[in-house]
């Protein structure tokens, strides 16, 4: 293993982080605080409790997640789309590094960023709500999964991107609605009958379900299954990668 | 054993342009091999199949005994490339860029070592500016820091001096004699003739996809070389005397110097019976010099003459 280009990388990705420091920070407190606003006090009054918790606690997963998941995406497909554009990519093809190397590098970055926003988002929300966490272990695991699995399609996308205008589909086509369609405000013993079946198609169901139960100890769909899922997830991904560094395709062409 | 040995490389893109038609070539180590070619040759292919940016479709590469494919850490490591275009982070300090460059090739961080390259390349002062806030030369020279910072011992400079001032295209020249006497081992590609001419042990000529030949500068010019032989006259004339008829001269400089073209490897060039023959048709010689036909002579002669062969 070439460490030493899995910390160069890590460290390069980190320093563009950094350099835009309070943008990274200031923008998810405002978000989170907004969320709060609207579906906390204005929306939220109006709901006594979900699942026995207050809706304002009850939405603080679901939140995390979101921007989690978003954060994660963005921030490895831009990392390793923003090289191919630039053309620096060159350097990484023509570096004695293999695919397990620039994806750790990369996706350790992008995750990093991630996990730091949710954990700015939890300090965040504790100022608006109580917040407890009934397993702060499983919670800490359940983030960082899925900080690491989004990150990982978060490169696969950065990758097949050829454009801005691709590299924004997804996200915004997909992963949006599949979040909030995924239970982020809403328990889905909440949804009509059908509705629930349909739900369960929805991979974000299980990680934002799981996250939950870490937090107040009830789930929608069982922990283990939960599990199950990330790890799918994130296998899924990490064969995509390795077949794409595999075949060059639409980087060694 | 060459430093670089090239077998059959052959690249075709997705959509069937092949532009590598079967490529052999061995690269010794130490030497400055030009690569001379037009536009769209395939020199930047051939270049980038041997860094590991594009796979080739067939043949083998190897580089310092490893195969850039089987043993492409090994290789890699001995390689540097200093693109064509100027592909850098715009927002990463100039220092961050080259010792991300050092890290990218495994080798643990050196400040002494990465102050030398950038003292060498004058760009020391710089250290702490954001490299879109350099000029283009310097971006250059970045690139070629970046590319150093890892020791290689294979240096590839793909139009190392294209868009370049001439002040800094010395610049770049004996920053590259400097590291042939390191020992490193240099591949450049240029159309730039002047420039092969000026610092190159052996010169290839790609055009195609294909090498036409590879030679030492030297033999180059002087196997395919015409020479001239200029001889200045007292008198301008104007016309050719007839008793010259049988020698293949020209007039230039206003009837100031009759120009003799010959073959300076030929058993007889005719110079000795030229020169007895000017005091008998009345010329008197102030001065007279030889000069070489420059590599683009050949370069346009060898790529035109493919062309024809092709038609």
Not at chain 2, 223 to 228: D, N, P, T
Not at chain 2, 260 to 274: C, E, M, V
Request: one cysteine or more; a negative charge.
């Amino acid at each position: 293993m070439n460490w030493q280009a899995v910390a160069s990388i890590y460290r390069f990705e980190m320093a563009r982080f950094f350099r835009t420091l309070a943008q990274s920070f200031i923008s998810p407190v405002i978000s989170t605080a907004l969320y709060f606003v609207v579906f906390g006090a204005a929306i939220g009054s109006r709901i006594d409790q979900v699942e026995g918790v207050s809706y304002g606690a009850f939405i603080v997963p679901g939140l995390i997640m979101l921007s989690v998941m978003t954060q994660a995406l963005s921030n490895a497909s831009f990392g390793i789309y923003f090289p191919k554009f630039i053309g620096t990519i060159f350097e990484l093809l023509s570096a004695p590094v293999n695919f397990l190397e620039i994806v750790l590098g990369y996706v350790g970055a992008a995750a990093t960023k991630a996990m730091f926003i949710g954990v700015v988002i939890l300090v965040t929300s504790a100022l608006f709500v109580d917040i407890h966490i009934a397993h702060p272990v499983a919670m800490i695991l359940f983030m960082l999964l899925t900080c690491i699995s989004f990150s990982l399609f978060g490169f696969i996308i950065g990758i097949w991107a050829r454009n801005f205008e691709q590299l924004q589909l997804i996200p915004l086509l997909v992963v949006t609605p599949l979040v909030f369609l995924g239970g982020a405000f809403y328990s889905i013993s909440m949804l009509p009958p059908v509705w629930q079946v349909i739900t369960k198609f929805n991979p974000v169901v299980y990680l934002i379900s799981g996250f939950r139960w870490s937090f107040f100890g009830v789930a929608d769909v069982p922990i283990a299954t939960s599990l199950l899922a990330i790890g799918g997830f994130t296998a899924l991904c990490l064969g995509a990668i390795w077949w794409i560094f595999k075949t060059g395709w639409r980087i060694r062409q | 054993m060459a430093m670089v040995e090239i077998r059959d490389v052959r690249k075709v893109y997705e959509g069937g342009f092949e532009a590598l038609k079967g490529v052999s070539l061995d690269i010794e180590e130490g030497e400055i091999l030009a690569l001379l070619g037009p536009n769209g040759a395939g020199k930047t292919t051939l270049i980038s199949a041997i860094c590991g940016i594009t796979l080739p479709t067939d043949g083998t590469i190897v580089v310092g005994g490893n195969d850039v494919i089987d043993n492409y850490r090994e290789a890699r490591n001995l390689i540097g490339l200093v693109p064509q275009e100027i592909n850098l982070e715009p927002f990463e300090k100039v220092i961050n860029t080259v010792r991300f460059s050092r890290g990218l090739f495994g080798k643990p961080r050196n400040d002494a070592f990465i102050e030398q390259v950038l003292r060498k390349l004058s760009l020391w002062e710089k250290r702490d500016a954001k490299v879109m806030e350099l000029s283009g030369g310097m971006k250059r020279r970045v690139l070629i820091a970046k590319a150093l910072s890892h020791e290689p011992r294979v240096l590839f400079l793909d139009e190392p001096t294209a868009g370049v001032d001439v002040e800094l295209r010395r610049d770049m020249w004996e920053t590259v004699e400097e590291l042939k006497r390191d020992g490193v081992t240099i591949i450049l590609t240029t159309h730039y003739i002047e420039e092969a001419e000026a610092i190159a042990d052996r010169i290839g000529v790609i055009n195609s996809g294909e090498i036409l030949l590879v030679e030492g500068k030297e033999a180059l010019m002087a196997q395919m070389g015409q020479k001239e032989l200029r001889v200045e006259l007292t008198d301008p004339l104007d016309a050719i005397p007839d008793s010259l008829s049988q020698f293949d001269l020209t007039l230039d400089d206003d009837g100031r110097t009759l120009v003799y073209t010959f073959d300076a490897k030929a058993d007889r060039t005719g110079i000795g019976r030229l020169m007895a023959a000017l005091p008998d048709a009345g010329l008197k010689v102030c001065d007279v010099n030889t000069v070489q036909s420059s590599l683009e002579d050949i370069f346009v002669g060898l790529v035109h003459g493919q062309g024809e062969d092709a038609a």
